[in-house]
Nanobody, 124 residues
Framework: QVQLVESGGGLVQAGASLRLSCTAS????????MVWFRQAPGNEREFVAA????????YYADPVKGRFTISRDNAKNTVYLQMNSLKPEDTAVYYCAARPWYIGSYYPNAFDLWGQGTQVIVSS
């Protein structure tokens, strides 16, 4: 069973950058579509970005397009989320999720494998 561990969150000022990492255990990482979601207090978990197993297809939610970049290193079993020009509305717990060979819609209930989350706080 693959396990996911996120890291890289923190407290930053608006306009700053952070890079989140999600490292997976196991030897099948290269077959997984990897997705970042986030959840702000009182809000539902929402899609942020996704990258398919070969890195050939990448998708972003509209609020983060042009500011966030998702990438993966299959040799390191790691997916990254580079977040630039952070805004206070980006404040949330960020989760990575995974599903093998997945090409469907990016709703939270489509994913069974989740990390524990990493907190991002952006102050104004």
């Amino acid at each position: 069973q693959v396990q996911l561990v996120e890291s890289g969150g923190g407290l930053v000022q608006a306009g700053a950058s952070l890079r989140l990492s999600c490292t997976a255990s196991g030897r099948t990482f290269s077959t997984y579509t990897m997705v970042w979601f986030r959840q702000a207090p009182g809000n539902e978990r929402e899609f942020v970005a996704a990258i398919r197993w070969n890195g050939g297809s990448i998708y972003y939610a509209d609020p983060v397009k042009g500011r966030f970049t998702i990438s993966r290193d299959n040799a390191k079993n790691t997916v990254y989320l580079q977040m630039n020009s952070l805004k206070p509305e980006d404040t949330a717990v960020y989760y990575c999720a995974a599903r093998p060979w997945y090409i469907g819609s990016y709703y939270p209930n489509a994913f069974d494998l989740w990390g524990q989350g990493t907190q991002v706080i952006v102050s104004s």
